[in-house]
C-alpha cells in the first residue's frame, strides 16, 4: 500500500496546478480579471447573460485556453518521459532525447522550414523524424551484441549526432534573413503560436502514451531492477521495454512537434517527484505529470509576461533547470 503520506503530495499539487491554471488567464498583454474569465468559462455550459466584449471570448478560448493546455500537455509528456526513461536505463542523468527523438523531430521541422511548409506540415513533419529517430536507435540497436540497455543508449547517442548534424547542414543552407530566424527561433522552444487546433492534434498521441504506463505502473517499479531480478519475477523485460520506448517516443514527438525543443523538464522534474514521494512509480508518475504540468505552465507565464517581447521556452527552462538541478544534486545527499 502507498502510503497515506504521500497520497496527500498527489491532492496538494493537484490544488497547486488548478490554481496556476485560472491565474495565467489573467497573465498577457490582454489581462482578464477573474470574474470575467468565470462568466465566459461557465457560459459554456449554462446561460449566461453576456456583459463582456468578443475580444474577451477571443482571448480566453483561442489563444489562452490553447496555450495554457498546451503547456500543461507538453510538459506532462517530457517530464514522464524522463521519469520512465531514468528506471529503464537505471540512470539519474537520462532525459526524454537519449534515444534521438528530440533531434530527429528538430531536423523534421527546420527541413519543412526550409521547403517552405505551412505549420501542420511543419508538426507533421517534425513528428514523423522524431518517430523515424527512435526507430532507427531500436533497430540498430538489436543488431549490436551488448547489453540492450547499453546498445540503446549508444546508438541513441549516434542517431541523435546525425540528426543534429542534418540539422545545422539545413540551417547553414537556409536564407539567412527569412528562414534561418524561424528555424532558430523554433529550435529555441515556444509555445507563442499554438492553436486549438494543434491541441486536437497532439491531444491523441500524447494520451497513448499516459494511459499504457500508468497502467503498466507498478511493473516499472520491477523494470528499475537488475535485469536477471526482473525476469525472476516473471517480466518480459525486452516487450515493457518496447512499449515504454513507443509510449514515451509519441509523447516527446507530439510535444516537441508543436513546442519546439524545450530542455530540462524531463530531467528535472523527475527529479524534483522522486525526493517528495520516493521511487514508488505508482505515485512518482502522477507526481511528476502534476509537477511537469505546473512546472511549465509557470515557466510559459514568465515567457509572455516578464517582457514585451516574449522569451524562448528553451532559454528560460535552461536558466531556472540547471541551478535548480544543482541545488537538487547539492541537497539530495544519498544520490
Known amino acids: 500500500m502507498i502510503k497515506t503520506k504521500k497520497k496527500h503530495y498527489v491532492y496538494i499539487f493537484t490544488i497547486i496546478l488548478i490554481l496556476v491554471f485560472f491565474i495565467s488567464f489573467g497573465i498577457g498583454r490582454y489581462p482578464v480579471n477573474v470574474v470575467q474569465l468565470l462568466k465566459v468559462l461557465l457560459s459554456k455550459f449554462f446561460p449566461i447573460d453576456k456583459d463582456w466584449p468578443d ?137 507563442a503560436s499554438i492553436s486549438p487546433r494543434d491541441i486536437k492534434a497532439i491531444v491523441l498521441p500524447i494520451l497513448l502514451g499516459i494511459i499504457p504506463l500508468f497502467i503498466l505502473r507498478w511493473r516499472l517499479n520491477v523494470l528499475s531492477l537488475e535485469e536477471g531480478e526482473a525476469k525472476t519475477l516473471g517480466l518480459n523485460t525486452a516487450r515493457l521495454r518496447i512499449i515504454v520506448i513507443m509510449c514515451s517516443t509519441l509523447m516527446t514527438a507530439a510535444s516537441v512537434s508543436v513546442s519546439g525543443m524545450i530542455g530540462w523538464i524531463g530531467l528535472v522534474i523527475p527529479h524534483l517527484s522522486r525526493m517528495i514521494v520516493g521511487p514508488d512509480y505508482r505515485i512518482l508518475l502522477p507526481t511528476t505529470l502534476l509537477l511537469g504540468s505546473t512546472y511549465l505552465l509557470l515557466i510559459d507565464n514568465i515567457a509572455r509576461g516578464l517582457t514585451t517581447v516574449e522569451i524562448p521556452l528553451g532559454i528560460l527552462t535552461s536558466l531556472v533547470g540547471a541551478p535548480f538541478f544543482i541545488i537538487l544534486l547539492l541537497t539530495n545527499k544519498r544520490s
Do not use: C, H
Request: net charge neutral; proline share 4%.
Open 55 to 191: 475580444t474577451i471570448n477571443t482571448i480566453v478560448f483561442q489563444v489562452r485556453l490553447p496555450r495554457i493546455i498546451g503547456a500543461m500537455l507538453v510538459g506532462t509528456s517530457l517530464s514522464l518521459s524522463g521519469a520512465v526513461y531514468q528506471g529503464m536505463f537505471k540512470n539519474p542523468l537520462v532525459s526524454p532525447d537519449i534515444l534521438g527523438v528530440s533531434s530527429g523531430a528538430a531536423f523534421g521541422a527546420a527541413l519543412a522550414i526550409y521547403l517552405s511548409f505551412n505549420t501542420v506540415g511543419i508538426q507533421i513533419t517534425s513528428f514523423i523524424f522524431g518517430l523515424i529517430a527512435v526507430g532507427l536507435v531500436y533497430l540498430i540497436s538489436t543488431k549490436i551484441k551488448e547489453d540492450p540497455i547499453i546498445s540503446l543508449v549508444i546508438t541513441g547517442v549516434l542517431v541523435g549526432s546525425i540528426f543534429t548534424a542534418l540539422t545545422s547542414l539545413i540551417k547553414y543552407l537556409a536564407d539567412t534573413d527569412d528562414k534561418l530566424p524561424t528555424i532558430t527561433f523554433w529550435l529555441m522552444g515556444s509555445l
